[in-house]
């Protein structure tokens, strides 16, 4: 997967954060922001509360079919966001904002970079798979065109967008 460039992004406190590819000297970072995590944020993210867990999953980061974004600020990781290419011309998406960086326009920052940078890779759908209590993030994901159905099971809201060809 070739690299893509960086954003500079002004958060709603004033601050700037700085929006880029993963690079392997992140992972120490990468790990204090998973530390920095709730496990409520933890859950809605990756279906799991322990942190032990999420911090042993941390080889999916530098997986050949991941594009990861993460969010620098002030020198810390604060947030990622994830393109798992799928066959077709697809991608499953997720993203993530550690607790202390929530509510500072962060998780729509990520979300549209990573959409933007969907579409210069020539991806055609994104899917992702949200929890029912994450009101929250279907919510963001609706208004920029994301389509939910909820499974058989009422445990899984699956959304769908299709990227303009
Ligand atoms: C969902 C998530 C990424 C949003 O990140 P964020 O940085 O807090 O989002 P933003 O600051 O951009 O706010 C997004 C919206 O939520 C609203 N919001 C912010 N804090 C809120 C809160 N505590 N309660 C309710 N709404 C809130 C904002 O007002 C904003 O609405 P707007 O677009 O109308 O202004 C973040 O909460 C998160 O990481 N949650 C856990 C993991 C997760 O749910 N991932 C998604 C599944 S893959």
Wanted: net charge negative; with cysteine.
């Amino acid at each position: 997967m070739p690299g893509f460039p960086g954003r500079a992004i002004p958060l709603r406190d004033g601050r700037t954060v700085f929006l880029r590819e993963i690079r392997p000297e992140d992972l120490p970072a990468w790990e204090k922001m998973i530390l920095a995590c709730s496990p409520e944020t933890l859950w809605r993210r990756f279906e799991c509360r322990s942190t032990q867990t999420v911090l042993a999953r941390k080889d999916d980061l530098f997986d050949e079919s991941s594009v990861v974004i993460v969010a620098e600020l002030e020198g810390r990781l604060v947030g990622e966001a994830r393109l798992c290419l799928l066959p077709g011309r697809a991608a499953e998406f997720c993203v993530l904002v550690a607790d202390p960086w929530q509510g500072l326009g962060l998780g729509s920052a990520l979300i549209d970079f990573a959409l933007e940078l969907a579409k210069s890779l020539g991806l055609q759908k994104i899917l992702t798979e949200i929890v029912p209590e994450n009101a929250r993030i279907v919510d963001l994901l609706r208004r920029r065109g994301f389509q939910f159905s909820v499974e058989e099971d009422g445990l899984t809201h699956r959304g769908e967008l299709t990227l303009p060809g």
